[in-house]
């Protein structure tokens, strides 16, 4: 008898526990590497992709400092922080298929804006959303809700992305957020922010409509530092852009890249007593590519393995750590939901057709 109350005891702590973590947290971040292919996420450098693209890849610096002989040694090369530090202490991350953890796209198309947009409003629309130059989003974002559910002003929610895109799929209520994309100027009484807001016009990539890496990332955290948005998305695109390029140098030294800007982001949130202990992060992929020599560069409704994607998870009130093993499918679908629930709102008020929540997350 003393044990069975003892053990409700236990349970109902930690059932208070937790709901306690989650209305604990305050703030939302989505950051988002457009094409990461899983292999390279949880293998690191792959061998024969980088000799279909260069004959002497052994001789390279790139291969050099990021070869290694086992998955895990290469992947922690790449990308130390994420895989020693992150993973190791403060999160989990699905979608290794070795492991029997699978995550996928619901959308049938396998290209951006299908992918974002599905991300972003919690639904694939296949049969209205088909191009990457589809128009304003007609459906509202994960975004617009939690602006008007936490009554957040403009600067609050923001997003900060690579492509220009962006403008057209964050919302579908143009102005009524921060959306700096492409190459739009970002305002700032900081003399070095402002010099890279010039900077970045001058400084034009091989690719139309998405600008480097580096000026998103450093206006991104230039807004957090100053108006602490309680929601941002962070949207990189170089590790697509060079993969289009058949670059797969410099998609490696891009992810290492990645890396360090996200080091910077856990820093700020960290250290900052705005975001500290109180902020939730999901990191994540438009979708996949193929796993060829022949098609690794490529994504789109004619690449099957393009569906398959991977998720990482942060939160104070999540105790899951490291890779998943032997679970369910969790789909791209679902972002919004999992996001929403981080702060104990539901967001099937906004779409009951959107996915849920992420249950792995949350279950005790």
């Known amino acids: 008898m003393q044990r069975s109350i003892v053990a409700v005891f236990l349970a109902i702590c930690a059932a208070a526990g937790s709901l306690y973590a989650q209305q604990r947290t305050r703030n939302v971040i989505l950051i988002t590497l457009d094409g990461a292919r899983t292999q390279e996420i949880f293998g690191g450098l792959d061998q ?5 693209t260069d004959k002497n890849f052994q001789k390279t610096g790139t291969y050099k400092r990021f070869w290694a002989e086992t998955p895990k040694n290469r992947r922690e090369k790449l990308m130390p922080f994420f895989w020693k530090t ?26 951006s804006y299908p992918g974002y947009s599905e991300m972003l409003t919690g639904e694939a629309h296949d049969d209205v959303i088909k191009s990457n130059s589809h128009p304003q989003n007609p459906y509202p974002s994960v975004l617009d809700f939690l602006q ?23 919302t579908n209520n ?42 998103t990332f450093r206006f991104a955290l230039s807004h957090m530092r100053q108006h602490h948005p309680r929601v941002i998305h962070i949207g990189f695109d170089e590790t697509d852009d060079w993969a289009h390029e058949k670059n ?19 820093d700020l949130v960290q ?28 994504h789109g409704a004619d690449v099957a393995e393009a569906q398959n994607i991977w998720m990482a998870f942060f939160s104070p009130g999540v105790k899951l750590r490291g890779e998943w093993k032997e679970a369910q499918t969790i789909y791209l679908n679902q972002v919004p939901a999992t996001l929403c629930r981080y702060l104990n709102l539901d967001y099937s008020e906004q779409n009951p057709k959107a996915g849920k929540p992420i249950e792995q997350l949350f279950a005790e």
């Open 248 to 266: 797969y140098e410099r998609v490696l030294q891009t992810l290492n890249m990645t890396d360090r800007f996200l080091k910077e982001i856990w």
């Open 271 to 298: 250290n900052d007593p705005a975001y500290k202990g109180k902020t939730a992060i999901i990191i994540t992929t438009d979708h996949g590519r193929g796993k060829t020599a022949n098609d690794w560069h490529d």
């Open 48 to 52: 024969e992709i980088f000799a279909s």
């Open 174 to 215: 143009p102005g009524s957020f921060l959306i700096n994309a492409g190459f739009m100027p970002y305002e700032s009484s900081d003399r070095e922010i402002a010099a890279l807001s010039r900077a970045q016009s001058a400084t034009l990539p091989a690719w139309n409509g998405a600008r480097f890496d580096y000026y």
């Open 148 to 170: 008007k559910k936490l009554k957040l002003n403009k600067d609050q929610v923001a997003d900060f992305s690579s492509w220009d895109a962006f403008e057209r799929i964050s």
């Open 86 to 111: 992150l993973l190791v202490s403060q999160g989990s991350i699905a979608g290794n298929r070795e492991l029997r953890s699978s995550v996928q796209t619901t959308n049938q198309l396998f290209f």
